[in-house]
Structures are given as C-alpha cells and as structure tokens.
C-alpha cells in the first residue's frame, strides 16, 4: 500500500491523522496557512478589544475584558503550538504575517469607536467564530481538533459575556440602546464575512472538504449563525440591517442579503478601515521588544551555563 | 537583532492528586522558569491542574509510525498476558 493510499484510508476512517504520520505536502501546506493565519487571527484579534482595556464603563466590564483578551493570547499560542507540530517555526510564520504575506481575520480591520462594540465583538463575532470551531472540533489532523476543543470552552465565555454587556445596553437608556443598535449595523456584515467566500468562490474548500479538514462549506455555516443569531437580536430588541432578511416557514431558515463581496475583497487584500494600522501596532511591538527578547535569552545561557559550570 | 529563537517547552499538567500528567500542549519560553510561569498563566487559568511539568521539545524522542507494526507486534502473540486466556470452572466467583 502506498503512503498516499494509507492516508487516504485513514481520512475515509475519520481516524485523526498525528503530527509524525505521513501526509501530503499539500494537505500539510494548507494547515500551516490555515492554522497559522488562525493563530494571527487571536494576535491581532487582541487589538481592537484592548483598546476598550483602559475606558471600559465599570471596574467589572474592566476585569472580565482583561481576562477575555488575555484567553485570546492563550488561543494563539495554542494555535502556534499546533502549527508547528506540522514543522513549521513560529517565528517564521509571525513574521510573514508582519509582513503582509500571511493573512488574518478580516473582521479585526473594523474599528471599535464606541463601548457597544466590545459586547458586539464578544457576542457576534466570538459567536460566529464558535460556530467555525466547533465544526473544527472534528477536523482530519489530531493536533489542531484538540485545540479547537480547548478553544471552543473558552470561547463560549466569551460569547456570554458580550451578550450580557449588549442586554445590559438593552435595558439602558435610549442613548445606550441607539449605541448598541449603532454597534449591530456595523459589525453585522462583516461577521458574517468571518465565514469566508461563497462556496462556488471558495478556492481551497473543495480540497479542504475533501481532506476533512473542513466539515462543513462556508455558506452552510453562515446560515447556521444566522439562524441562531437573528433570534438574539430580536432578544435584544434591535434589528439586523438587512432589508431582505426574512424567516423562510418552507425550510425553517432565515434568507437573508447579498454580502458585499467588493468590500471583502478590499479589506483580505489589505485595504480595510484598519489593516495599516494593525500591523503597524504589531510590527512596533516586534521591533521595540527585540531587546527584551535578546535580555531573556543572554540570561537564560548565563543561567545555564552556571549550571553546567 | 539577535536570530536566536527560544526554544519549544511541551507542558504536562496534573489535574488532581492521584491522577496522572497529562499533556496538554506547548509553549516558547526563555527559560525552564519562565516555561513554567507561561504554562500556569496558559493551561490552568480555570483550576484545571495543581501540578506542572514542562520539558524541552528537543529532549523527547517519539516512536515512529512507520514502524508501528514492527515495533508493537510483539505483543499480540502473546495471549497469555491477557486474564481472558485462562477459563475457570463454573462456580469460582470474585475472581
């Protein structure tokens, strides 16, 4: 039997393919990008939130946002650790994120300009990136599937307390429920973008589906968190902006409008509301570390030196 | 600007007395110390363990599985390591 042959028995089997089996280049290639761009997703996902760290409303929305962007530092470096069981290093694949040569999450190129949007992040966006990993939870390599199973409990807090910070605005004053509406209309479509193009314009899906790194398509998965979310809005009495939006009685699911695909494309291709100034805040926080980093390992070989000594 | 990267720990975190370490992922640290503060902050913000052990990715030395038959054959032949293999008469209980 061939190595490309025991694999695919393996994927046919659902038995979960480990960091030393054999695999092929390809399927290896595309877990690197996709398990890396992951990993920069929680990196770069820390910014927007954490600029609400220092004018969060109360010391409780304080303290519960802190730990939420401190989960999302251990997301990434869960992520980074399962990516290089594929043999990848980290550093390498950080730096071309800083370069612009790997990509991240498009939702993290929109701006937070009032309190709303931090409970709009945990509740929207962390929900719709739930409804992504658990489906991930069975993806074909062993190693980024535990990850996923890990990230999936955290993340569900997440979710709970940006919907609890939204009914909280819900329940305010006219000012809070205006700021919280203003939220929705903003980061609606592009939550929904987190689940990526179109299938028929999905280029890796049909490989990943096959592969059973993907479990299900994109557009299935929009639709299922747009099943579960439109019910949430209306929870919170807000409403969705999207005219077309409708609860289809034939096959119990909500139709909803035609994402703008123009605008996606901008922000994947860098040139979003703030693609610049992401990786401008990350490539200073490299740069000006880079002493640190060098103080951290001169001590550690002084220590370890002693030791031998 | 120093090349030098630091080096990959594995993390093994206990959960309760009397259990075992159980491996629970990896982490770049500095230092063995650092390694170890980096893991309590990552793997047991929410009580999941009262003990750590972090061992450089460099010192573990895995089976291949290229050789898995080969290497655990062995032990399928040998039957008799199994209780099942040996019958009893009727009758003998707790046993």
Known sequence: ????????????QEIAIEAQDWMPDEYRKTLIRQIGQHAHSEIVGMLPEGNWLTRAPSLKRKAILLAKVQDEAGHGLYLYSAAETLGCAREDIYQKMLDGKMKYSSIFNYPTLNWADIGVIGWLVDGAAIVNQVALCRTSYGPYARAMVKICKEESFHQRQGFEACMVLAQGSDEQRQMLQDAINRFWWPALMMFGPNDDNSPNSAQSLAWK??????????????????????MLGMTVPDKDLRFNEAT???EFGEIDWEEFNEVIAGRGLCNEERLAAKRKAWEEGAWVREAALAYAEKQHAQKVA | ?????????????????GLSHRHVGSLHAADEQMALENARDAYTRRSEGCSIWVVKASEIIASQPEERGAFFDPAETKIYRHPTFYTLPDGIEHM
């Open chain 2, 1 to 17: 600007m120093s090349n030098v990267h630091w080096p990959l720990y594995e993390v093994f975190i206990r959960s309760k007395q």
């Open chain 1, 1 to 12: 039997m061939t190595e490309q042959h025991r694999f695919d028995e393996r994927i046919a």
């Open chain 1, 213 to 234: 790194i993907k479990r299900f398509g994109n557009d299935e998965l929009r639709q299922r968190f747009v099943d579960n979310t439109v019910p949430q809005v209306e």
């Open chain 1, 252 to 254: 119990s699911h909500y």
